[in-house]
């Protein structure tokens, strides 16, 4: 929700200090949770009054840094916690991106996670130098290329055992076990040797976030765990079976893609506080940065409705699956403006969930055992506050149940989530593998 930086509590005023990185990521890992999302946007919101002034104005991811360079900060005052960089792959070059993301996780131990996304703002196309954002669909055709691209750089350029470091007979790498990648696609040109050799995780972690229905399949056959949205269980669960199915479908498991729900989370010790909390958020929400950024997000401009006026399906160039949950989707409700700005569960996209560390863990577990999800992507609120509130109050709660774990896993941050630090062997990108040594091959 826009506008909620200009609450006196909140610390996001000071995103462009390292102090505030570390701290997030202190208090994250002190919560024990599995990774912070680092949410990027190319572009200025400039849909709403087909103007940027408002996302301007009400900061909304505007300004917003680029997250490679905080990853470091994070890093060096954690151990555990993961971070997960959306990366906009239409703007990127794949030899480039695959340097950037090997270097950091060796420097990170192995908890890196790329977020895969391919654009929703035509702003950010004329920005990176394109006339403008291309078809929905097209761009995941380029998105499956850029992938193989990646993937045979990663697990396919240098043998796990190519590096060996010899001084006594001066070979730091064994040229033999070093392979050229040659690569000559509709979208994609590449002849080249990865620039680093393997990391922890060779290939980071798979996020992605498309629900649409070119993402969901998208999602299947590559993504290790997916951010969805959803309003109601419902919803959320026919998400949750169309990706399994697509991931089934081409070959993997059903449980080797993580499903983690959006959720907006406000906790105290006792019900009245967390609705008080509520009642005092809701005060500093405000409705046109909200909308600038759901106009961004739909590709709709919203300012052409009149607050109650119904929203109507239309085949947006963006996320289409926003668009689509509140109308095709949702055939028993007529969603409108009024709607979407409302600070709770009616203008949530995903769970919105108000109470004492007993009632949210209820409900959480109430979305896990009838959505069919893994965990849940929490909404930022307050920074840092509505944090330091989940950990405190609703993950003691969430231990003493048994539903959330009391130390992390060791290892990469694959390892910890899977239980082991390379891709399987029936991920698309195992089949560009350069064999031969046993520490190549992946865990099953």
């Known amino acids: 929700m826009g506008g909620l930086w200009a609450h006196p509590n909140d610390a996001s005023v000071r995103h462009d200090t390292p102090e505030y990185w570390t701290q997030l990521a202190k208090t994250a890992e ?86 895969i996304v391919t654009g929703i703002l035509d702003s950010g196309a004329k920005g990176a ?77 798979l996020f992605q976030a498309g629900a649409s229905a070119a993402g969901r399949g998208f999602a299947g056959g590559h993504a290790e765990a997916v951010f969805i949205n959803g309003h109601t269980k419902r ?24 499903i983690f729900l959006g959720a907006t989370i406000i906790v105290a010790p006792t019900d009245a506080e967390a609705n008080d909390k509520h009642a005092e958020y809701q005060r500093w ?16 401009d919203l300012s052409r409705y009149d607050p109650d006026e119904p929203i109507q399906h239309v085949e947006g160039n963006a996320m289409r699956s926003l668009i689509e949950s509140i109308t095709i989707r949702s055939p028993d409700r007529r969603w409108t403006v009024r709607d979407l700005v409302s600070f709770g569960q009616v203008g949530g996209r995903g769970a919105f969930i108000v109470g004492s560390p007993a009632t949210v863990a209820d409900e959480l577990q109430a979305w896990v055992e009838e959505a069919d999800i893994d965990g849940f992507n929490l909404t930022r609120v307050v920074v840092p506050e509505s944090l330091e509130a989940v950990v405190d109050f609703l993950v003691p709660e969430l231990q003493s149940r048994g539903a959330f774990k009391t130390q ?37």
């Open 30 to 115: 002190r919560g024990l949770l599995d990774a912070i999302f680092l949410a990027d946007v190319i572009g200025v919101y400039d849909v709403y009054g087909n103007s940027p002034d408002t996302a301007i104005r009400t900061a909304a991811q505007a300004p917003t840094l680029d997250p490679f360079p905080v990853v470091p900060l994070m890093a060096a005052v954690t151990e555990h916690i993961g971070f997960g960089v959306t990366v906009t792959l239409t703007y990127e070059r794949p030899y480039l991106l695959a340097r950037r993301f090997s270097t950091l996780d060796h420097l990170t131990r192995g908890r890196m996670a790329w977020n």
């Open 129 to 205: 130098g394109q006339g403008g954002l291309t078809d929905h669909d097209q761009r995941y055709v380029a998105a499956e290329e850029f992938l193989d691209v990646v993937y045979a750089l990663w697990e396919g350029s240098w043998a796990d055992d190519a590096l060996v470091r010899d001084r006594q007979t001066r070979t730091y790498t064994r040229p033999d076990r070093v392979r050229r990648i040659s690569h000559h696609g509709a979208h994609y040109d590449l002849d080249a040797i990865h620039l680093v050799h393997p990391s922890p995780q060779r290939t980071p972690f």
């Open 235 to 258: 919803l959320a669960a026919e998400t949750v079976r169309d990706i399994r199915r697509h991931a089934v479908e081409k070959g993997r498991r059903s449980d080797d893609v993580k």
């Open 408 to 444: 992390y896993a060791p290892g990469p941050l694959r390892q910890k989530i899977f239980g082991h630090p390379r891709l399987p062997a029936r991920h698309p990108a195992a089949s560009y593998r350069l064999g031969d040594a046993p520490e190549a091959r992946a865990a099953e």
């Open 285 to 300: 929400v405000d409705d046109r940065g909200s909308l600038a950024l759901l106009s961004g997000w739909s590709g709709i």
